[in-house]
């Protein structure tokens, strides 16, 4: 999910407009257009349909969007295991089998040991950066709570300030950082090639390059274990802004984004709460990204219906990235697929080492993402009693009621209009069948 801090909710048809917002407004963007469906959170008439997977999390009092393929990132991460296996067993293991045991009976055992401290110095430093990159997303992105008991939305921000820049550190210095450490390596090795050396002269270079070695990874450990002290002590700390349901604003965005050669059309849902001195501006905000507009309406009706009506009306998280699924998905494809079909896939679910991966992501989803969540909001998020439970406002109520019947009717979400011409256009129907009824008395 992507959080927005001083989004603009929308931009006014002319400077010092005031617009308000209402379900069923549309306005036009510099990027494309929009449609408000909140606040006043009223029914849309869709399916409540999670299309996009931003369910997260479900319980009886709360409810949790939180974005983000947790699955890809630890599956692209173990391939670097995978690649380490396959060139330590075919180009190490694979190349002294082939060359086979020397006159004397032994093995060469130089590229299986090349192999390997290559992959310790290539694919597992990759791997382990993917991994907490991976790990770091998760931690970063905290959900969207919306509490039905207390009918209020927590929105995650993180607090104003900038990250510490740390001193003699860039992106580029822990490239060359990195480069340092193999050259440092491979000086360290290098002796091993050289036959013409004496064994007492490879021995001094060999200890220089190890010596060497632990003082640069001796004062790199010190440099970072400082660094990152300092830097969690001084990065942005993250936030909840609790807000009430029924103001929440949340509106239908499509923008459209013109390239060199194509033109390419984005949705997004968003959930907003507005700054009480600026209500064109965001304390704090979340996209989703829906695809099309009817997608997003759907979307919407999941929180909408899960606030309004309970649990059971709002669908359940997907499972695709739990392990139960895999494990049942396996055993369904060994049933309806051929042997080598099969075998393909278990080769390509070995490759990206799929068991392995769905534990890792269970465990970012379970634990690892709402590890850094405030202790304010675990507390918020405790059950109330029955008698405690916040209710909906008469007026949401009875505009629902009335939006149901007029949906029976034939009435789409999306052409209605702002939600307070309809009701005028409403009243005034009545009106007129009213009057007519009346008229109609009288010349009887």
């Known amino acids: 999910m992507e959080e927005e801090r001083n989004q603009g ?9 005031a617009i308000r917002w209402e379900p069923g ?38 409810l949790d969007l939180q974005g983000g393929n947790l699955l890809f990132g630890a599956e692209f991460s173990l391939m670097f295991l995978s690649l380490s296996i396959l060139s330590i067993g075919f180009l190490g293991f694979g190349l002294m ?45 905290p959900p969207v709570r919306l509490n039905r008991q207390r009918r209020e939305v927590a929105m995650p921000r993180w607090s104003e300030g900038e990250k510490l820049k740390l001193p003699f550190w860039s992106e580029n ?23 013409y050396s004496s064994i007492d002269r490879r021995n001094t270079l060999v200890i220089q390059g190890l010596f060497l070695l632990g003082v640069e990874i001796l004062v790199i450990g010190a440099y970072l274990f400082l660094a990152l002290r300092l830097k969690k002590k001084h990065d942005p700390r993250l936030v909840y802004e609790i807000y009430p349901w029924e103001k929440l604003v949340a509106f239908i965005e499509t923008q459209q984004n013109i390239g060199p ?50 649990p059971e009306a709002c669908p359940d998280p997907k499972d695709d ?38 534990i890792i992501t269970e465990r970012r989803i379970k634990i690892l993402a709402l590890r850094s969540l405030p202790t304010e909001l675990k507390a918020w998020s405790e059950p109330l009693p ?20 007029a949906y029976e009717r034939g009435l789409t979400f999306a052409r209605m209009g702002p939600l307070s011409q309809w009701q005028i256009r409403r009243q005034s129907k009545q009106q007129w069948k009213r009057g007519g ?6 010349l009887l």
């Not at 931009?11 to 407009?17: D, K, L, S």
């Not at 700054?275 to 979340?286: I, Y």
């Open 97 to 141: 089998l082939a060359l086979g045991p020397d006159a004397s009976g032994r093995w060469d055992w130089v590229s299986p040991m090349y192999m390997l401290i290559g992959n310790l110095l290539i694919s597992l430093p990759w791997g382990l950066y993917v991994h907490f990159q991976a790990n770091k997303a998760a931690q970063e992105s």
């Open 261 to 310: 050669s194509l033109m390419a059309t984005h949705t997004f849902l968003t959930l907003a709460i507005p700054k009480p001195d600026d209500p064109e501006s965001a304390l704090a905000a979340a996209k989703i990204n829906v695809g099309h507009e009817t997608a997003g309406l759907a979307q919407w009706e999941c929180i909408r219906r899960f606030m309004e009506d309970g």
């Open 173 to 195: 210095a822990a490239f060359i950082t990195y480069l340092v450490l193999i050259g440092t390596v491979v000086f360290a090795l290098a002796p091993f090639e050289n036959e």
């Open 25 to 62: 407004a549309r306005r036009t963007t510099q990027d494309g257009k929009m449609l408000a469906i909140s606040p006043a959170p009223v029914t849309t008439g869709e399916r409540a349909v999670d299309a996009n997977s931003w369910i997260r999390r479900k319980t009886g009092e709360w």
């Open 437 to 442: 009824a009346t008229q109609g008395s009288t």
């Open 386 to 405: 029955e008698a405690q439970w916040a209710k909906p406002s008469e007026e949401l109520q009875t505009i629902n009621e009335q939006l149901n019947r």
């Open 321 to 358: 990235e739990t392990l139960a699924h895999y494990k049942a998905k396996c055993r369904q494809a060994r049933k309806e697929m051929s042997f080598l079909p099969w075998l393909w896939k278990k080769v390509g679910d070995w490759f990206f080492q799929r068991y392995l991966a769905h």
């Open 9 to 17: 909710l929308g931009n006014r048809t002319h400077p010092g407009a």
